[in-house]
């Protein structure tokens, strides 16, 4: 069959036109819409407020805009169903934190599985936990604490937000790590557990710095060491656990994931403006004033990290036969 030339040249032309259409599609840049953060927990929960320093960096620097969505419940595992089930298409991104790496042992029928589901994209910061007591506990010192509890006296009782926390299962591991047997008292939420612990009610408590500080500072709890590897700027005259149980380590900590197939162009693009973002003397600053340490990495790190945390914690979790409540 003979084409008219001019047909020919028409419909050669709209050919051409339609491949060049999709390539421009295919390479809109990223984002050309606002990015949904999803945060598992309540406002005011601690990676609600480290994303709430840094989205609106993310949202300068990348010219759209990053907002935080609070979808609390179920110990964070709702906001992580919600993402694990998102588009691969960077526009739906979660608040991941250490309690994620808890829950994947701690609750055994979840619709998800939180290392195969979440990509990885960035970390922001580390916090430690202090170990703290009641000023009227005879001990002063960790050494003493241990010494005393083992020496045949009553039993201590161990304060926490609640079940399957993180605050819950460091304050395990330390027990498992001493030789302390301590009785948890759970609480809802870590507010009610400073209430009970100032007033004398319980002993011992591995709570956030963030919560702890103020008490701390006007001698209504006594500090004894902090959970991480290395001493806080916030607190550098108390000890570590480390320094009297040796490799003893938890801490609380915040990054960000996305599901998984996300493109590596978006997730790498994600990471390196938050890594110019911590480096940013205002925003060290901030997270410093929190008490926290800036806690930067490539997502193959992080990744690797999450791997650990779930496999560290999952082992506490079933050796001190933890159920969720």
């Known amino acids: 069959m003979n084409i ?19 390539r421009s599609a295919q390479a809109s840049p990223y984002p050309s819409r606002p990015v949904r953060i999803v945060s598992g927990f309540a406002a005011g929960s601690a990676g609600d407020i480290v994303l709430r320093v840094m989205a609106p960096w993310l949202s300068e620097r990348l010219g759209q805009s990053f907002f935080i969505e609070n979808r609390p419940g179920a110990a964070g595992n709702i906001g992580t169903e919600i993402v694990a089930r998102a588009p691969a298409d960077g526009y739906t991104l979660l608040v991941v934190v250490s ?3 808890i829950n994947a042992t701690l609750y055994d ?17 580390r916090q430690p936990y202090v170990m703290t007591v009641n000023p009227a506990t005879p001990a002063k010192t960790l050494r003493e604490f241990i010494a005393y509890a083992k020496g045949g006296h009553d039993k201590f009782n161990m304060a926490s937000p609640g079940i399957g926390t993180g605050p819950h299962v460091a304050g ?3 027990g498992m790590m001493s030789g302390v047997d301590m009785v948890h008292v759970p609480y809802r939420g870590a507010q009610p557990a400073l ?23 006007n001698g209504k709890l006594r500090p004894l060491a902090v959970t991480a590897a290395t001493r806080s700027e916030t607190l550098p005259d108390v000890p570590t656990i480390g320094e009297v149980v040796p490799g003893y380590e938890a801490s609380t900590w915040v990054g960000l994931g996305a599901p998984r197939d996300t493109p590596v162009e978006i997730v790498d693009r994600l990471n390196r403006e938050i890594s110019v973002g911590l480096n940013d003397p ?7 004033d929190l008490g926290s340490t800036v806690f930067e990495s490539s997502p193959a790190e992080f990744g690797r990290f999450m791997a650990a945390e779930t496999e560290k914690w999952g082992k506490v979790v079933r050796a001190a036969k933890i159920k969720p409540e």
């Open 109 to 125: 029928k979840l619709s998800f599985n939180f290392i195969r589901d979440i990509a990885p994209v960035a970390t922001f910061i």
């Open 282 to 288: 205002m925003i060290r600053k901030r997270f410093t």
């Open 99 to 101: 309690s994620s790496a």
């Open 172 to 174: 395990e591991l330390f």
């Open 4 to 22: 008219p030339r001019r047909q020919f040249l028409r419909l050669a032309t709209g050919a051409a036109v339609v491949p060049a259409f999709l």
């Open 195 to 217: 209430t009970d612990l100032i007033a004398g009610h319980v002993h011992v408590s591995f709570l956030g710095i963030t919560s702890s500080i103020d008490h701390i500072r």
